[in-house]
T-cell receptor, first 116, second 110 residues
């Protein structure tokens, strides 16, 4: 079975541009979460979606937005990119609505964004 | 809010045992999780403690003490492939996200 897949794996943007990152969860998983991981730090929560509705949002500016589609895949959009947005963006899926009821998330390998 | 503290780096030799500690400050949470992440890879779930005590999964064990706001991950019979970063994480009561520590980089030497 395929795991969580993310695209693109790497991308380079310049300040002020916009980026869209994509995620396909494990088949049967209805919950998708997005995390930002800066080099040398732990992942930081951005959004969680369940059944196409936003269920949680982290401490990120409104430049960050996301959505979940009927097939449970998801997109993360970041507008007006800043140098500080350079990071690894991780998508995670889980079976349950809570997403972390057993502390287990299934992560993709991430999209590495570099903002110049 | 909550914060988790872990040592930044730990070094050990093949075959040894290493313990990675995690202390946390939170008003209430559901449990403590541990994840492994190799360089360039995805975080991978290792264990979860909802209750106080020790959970064992093969060479890895994890411990939680809610009264001490403390947990640890114990890795036995270390192998070179265990060289990675290890993160503790909690889910705060009322939230649907995991809060991760900054991670402990484990280097296993021959």
């Amino acid at each position: 079975d395929a795991g969580v897949t993310q695209s693109p794996t790497h991308l380079i943007k310049t300040r002020g541009q916009q980026v869209t990152l994509r995620c396909s969860p494990i088949s049967g998983h209805k919950s998708v979460s997005w995390y930002q991981q800066v080099l040398g730090q732990g992942p930081q929560f951005i959004f969680q979606y369940y059944e196409k509705e936003e269920r949680g949002r982290g401490n990120f500016p409104d430049r960050f937005s996301a959505r979940q589609f009927p097939n449970y895949s998801s997109e993360l959009n970041v507008n007006a990119l800043l140098l500080g947005d350079s990071a690894l963006y991780l998508c995670a899926s889980s079976l349950s609505r809570g997403g972390v009821d057993t502390g287990e998330l299934f992560f993709g390998e991430g999209s590495r964004l570099t903002v110049l | 809010g909550q914060s988790l503290e872990q040592p930044s780096e730990v070094t050990a030799v093949e075959g040894a045992i290493v313990q990675i500690n995690c202390t946390y400050q939170t008003s209430g949470f559901y449990g403590l999780s541990w994840y492994q992440q190799h360089d360039g890879g995805a975080p991978t779930f290792l264990s979860y403690n909802a209750l106080d005590g020790l959970e064992e999964t093969g060479r890895f064990s994890s411990f939680l003490s809610r009264s001490d706001s403390y947990g640890y991950l114990l890795l036995q019979e270390l192998q070179m492939k265990d060289s990675a970063s290890y993160f503790c994480a909690v889910r705060e009561a009322g939230r649907r996200a995991l809060t991760f520590g900054s991670g402990t980089r484990l280097q296993v030497q021959p």
